[in-house]
Every structure is written in C-alpha cells, then in structure tokens.
T-cell receptor
Framework: KAGVTQTPRYLIKTRGQQVTLSCSPI?????VSWYQQTPGQGLQFLFE???????NKGNFPGRFSGRQFSNSRSEMNVSTLELGDSALYLC???????????FGQGTRLTVV | KQEVTQIPAALSVPEGENLVLNCSFT??????LQWFRQDPGKGLTSLLL?????REQTSGRLNASLDKSSGRSTLYIAASQPGDSATYLC??????????FGQGTRLTINP
C-alpha cells in the first residue's frame, strides 16, 4: 500500500514568486492536513481538508491557501514568497478526522 | 486551548538502556494520542496510537501509556539502539480538530 506522497521533494524559489505543493494521501483517506516545520517554531498547523472542505485552519496569513480535489489529493499554494517561508512542508492523511495520521516525506522549500 | 509539553527537550543515553519519554497535555478531553519519530529532514513516522479508552499500547520494543485524568503519556523504549536516535513527538487529537503537537524530545543513543 503506497504511503503519503509529496511532490516535489525540494524547491528553490525567489522572493515574491508563488509556489504550489502537492500531496497525494493514502488510498481511502479522506482527510489531508498541512504543516510547516522550521527549527525555531516547530510544527505549525496550516489547514486540514476533509472531502474537499476545509475543516480546520491555522494562524497563517492569506498568502497560504489550499484545496482538495475529489480524489482526495491536495495542493497548497503560497503566494508572494518571503524569506521566512523557507521551511519543511509536511502533509498528513487520515481516514477520518479522528483516526491515525500518516505523514509524507515533506517538501523542502528554500526562498532566496 | 490544548497545550502539549514534552520534557526533556533533549536526552542522551548509552546504548542498551531502557528509557522513558514524557508527554503532558492540558485538556484531558482527548480522543486519542499518537507518538511519532522524525529523523533529520524527513517526515514523521507513526509509532503508536492510543485511543482514549486504552491505558497502553505496545509495538516491539516500544510501549506507550496514557493517563487521561492526569493529562500524561509516556513512551518507553526498551534496550535502546543507535538507530533509535531521532526526535520523538507526541500529538493529541480532540476528535474532528487538528492534531496538537508537543515540541519533541531529541533522543541520542551513544554506541
């Protein structure tokens, strides 16, 4: 059974650009959540989608957005990139909102 | 607001020792608690999930316990090995809400 797949694994972008990250959940999982991880802040929750609806949202500016498709795959978009957006972005999938979470390997975003 | 604390932030022990990692949470009305390990630059690997109705869960050399009333969970690692070196995180789930993570314990096992 395939795990959670995140693409791309690494990205280098310039300040002001925008970026889209993709997450394919485990087959049958309807929930996808996104996290930002930095050495100073630890794991910060971005948002969670369930059956194409955003169910939970963290305290991030509107430059961070996401969506989920009918096949449960999810994308997150960051517009007008800032140096502080450099981080490891992780996504996790769950069957339901209260079941075990499984994480992908992450996308390492570097903003220069 | 649920807060999760892991103490100590870092721990270094010689190979072969048994050790305990701690996780405490402020709101005892949780649905379940999950332990993860994370290797540097990698994603999180799920180790154990304990439902609120359970007291403990075991997987190989790992044993996790949960005391909801006191807001505490422990992860016991038996006969530690260098390959156990990683950061260990706990996360609590309050039903249809986001997972709330602790800051993690960075574990180093010295050969």
């Amino acid at each position: 059974k395939a795990g959670v797949t995140q693409t791309p694994r690494y990205l280098i972008k310039t300040r002001g650009q925008q970026v889209t990250l993709s997450c394919s959940p485990i087959s049958g999982h309807r929930s996808v959540s996104w996290y930002q991880q930095t050495p100073g802040q630890g794991l910060q929750f971005l948002f969670e989608y369930f059956s194409e609806t955003q169910r939970n949202k963290g305290n991030f500016p509107g430059r961070f957005s996401g969506r989920q498709f009918s096949n449960s795959r999810s994308e997150m978009n960051v517009s007008t990139l800032e140096l502080g957006d450099s981080a490891l972005y992780l996504c996790a999938s769950r069957v339901q909102l209260d079941t075990e979470a499984f994480f992908g390997q992450g996308t390492r975003l570097t903003v220069v | 607001k649920q807060e999760v604390t892991q103490i100590p932030a870092a721990l270094s022990v010689p190979e072969g020792e048994n050790l305990v990692l701690n996780c405490s949470f402020t709101d005892s009305a949780i649905y379940n608690l999950q332990w993860f390990r994370q290797d540097p630059g990698k994603g999180l690997t799920s180790l154990l999930l304990i439902q609120s109705s359970q007291r403990e869960q075991t997987s190989g050399r790992l044993n996790a316990s949960l005391d909801k009333s006191s807001g505490r969970s422990t992860l016991y690692i038996a006969a530690s090995q260098p390959g156990d070196s990683a950061t260990y995180l706990c996360a609590v789930n309050k039903g249809a809400q986001k997972l709330v993570f602790g800051q993690g314990t960075r574990l180093t096992i010295n050969p």
